[in-house]
């Protein structure tokens, strides 16, 4: 995976922040990378929203994308960066966000603190609106914040800002993307893209698939999908795949599977990982997982359905 970048990053917006000081989230109306041009300054924002918040105009600067974030402003920096495309996920340093991060209630009023929800909801109430909180968590919707050229998200909750989605990418209504992960081109995503993962262009993650990242269980290893690969419905993988692969529908391939080579050897699914131009699927007849070498393709995505246009 691609080191860190060096570059500075410069950011200006408006940031949400509670009756306590707490900045709440950042949205970047202007951003880059190296340093802030000229004049550039926060927006001339202050006022108190109907959720008791107030919304002030920030301008953030990031010395290098290689050191750890300070605050919840400069996580919002670097993740608006990878949703933007500007940086590609594994780029930007993101140790330590989750400490600095707040858990928000995302409303339909703004961030609202989790522990404030009740009082804001009686203060609605009391006007005459009415409430929806649509998650209690530490991130938002990405198109929340960033609407990327040449995408379709079908179901916009389940793609989290920090996000890096190429043109090209269908995201169907099951499909997830979570955030310092994405797809490098046209790609078809039915299933989950876990944190961390990244697909390559004419990828198709099946119904119900899924990719191991790296948030949960101690997992360090980064799994990748190459180009032109297919990961069928309910499928799943836990080591990275090559160019030209497939994993056949209901196939769970671990990095300790067990997998049957076509001369009757058995060796760890590991010692494949990355590999081109391979097919795992499971033997009806033995229970096996087996994989054989793979030549031809699995059918291609469809072009007008991944068009940009």
Known sequence: MSEFLTDAAWGSGVATVAADG????????????????????????????????????????VKSLADEPVDTA????RLHLL????????TVNLTGIFGLLPNNAWTNVGPVPADQVNDVRLRLRAEGQVL????????PPMADYVTPSGVRIADASRVRLGAHLAEGTTVMHEGFVNFNAGTLGNSMVEGRISAGVVVGDGS???????????????????VSIGERCLLGANAGIGI??????????????????KVTLPDGEVVKAATLSGRDDLQFWTNTQTGRLEVRPRTGTWGELNAALHSAQ
């Open 240 to 257: 990275s795949l090559g160019d030209n692969c497939v994993v056949a529908a209901g196939c769970y391939v671990t990095a300790g599977s």
């Open 204 to 222: 198709d993650i099946g119904g119900g698939s899924s990719i191991m990242g790296t948030l949960s269980g101690g997992g360090k290893e980064v």
């Open 22 to 61: 707490t900045v709440l989230d950042v949205w970047f109306t202007r951003l880059g990378l190296g340093e802030a041009p000229t004049g550039e300054e926060a927006p001339a924002v202050d006022r108190t929203g109907p959720a008791g918040t107030t919304a002030k105009g920030v301008s953030v600067v």
């Open 74 to 77: 400069d996580v919002y920096l």
């Open 132 to 139: 929806e909180v649509k998650s209690l968590d530490k991130f």
């Open 83 to 90: 949703s933007h495309r500007i940086a590609k996920p594994h």
